[in-house]
């Protein structure tokens, strides 16, 4: 499985951005996507997971009601729009996928495949 994150950039507060995370080996429907984030000098971090089947979606606490991850199956793509960004969503962002189970993981070590970050700058 390969995974290719793309999509970020500097904006400012308020501003929206959208990501992409495009795969490859493997259709995202048979497995549990996520994002993830790595701020500056911080451990990396769990922002969003979405599940195999699409239906069930779980995000942590401060990005909901202003993030949305989402796929396309045809596309084997999966998104993560983010809007209403803050200078606290600073961050490289990753995508991952989990093969080994079904269930969410907010842990970075329960994810088994990673695409390379892009970064978010979000200034005050």
């Known amino acids: 499985v390969q995974l290719q994150a793309s999509g970020g950039g500097l904006v400012e507060a308020g501003a929206s951005l959208r990501l992409f995370c495009v795969g490859s080996g493997r259709t995202v429907s048979t497995l549990l996507m996520g994002w993830f984030r790595q701020p500056p000098g911080k451990e990396r971090e769990f922002v969003a997971h979405i599940s195999r089947g699409g239906g069930t979606t779980v995000y942590t606490d401060s990005v909901k009601g202003r993030f949305t991850i989402s796929r396309d199956v045809a596309e084997n793509t999966v998104y993560l729009q983010m809007n209403s960004l803050e200078p606290e969503d600073t961050a490289v962002y990753y995508c991952?996928?989990?093969?080994?189970?079904?269930?969410?993981?907010?842990?970075?070590?329960?994810?088994?495949?990673w695409g390379k970050g892009t970064l978010v700058t979000v200034s005050s």
């Open positions: 991952a996928a989990r093969l080994r189970s079904r269930w969410y993981c907010v842990s970075p070590y329960g994810m088994d495949y």
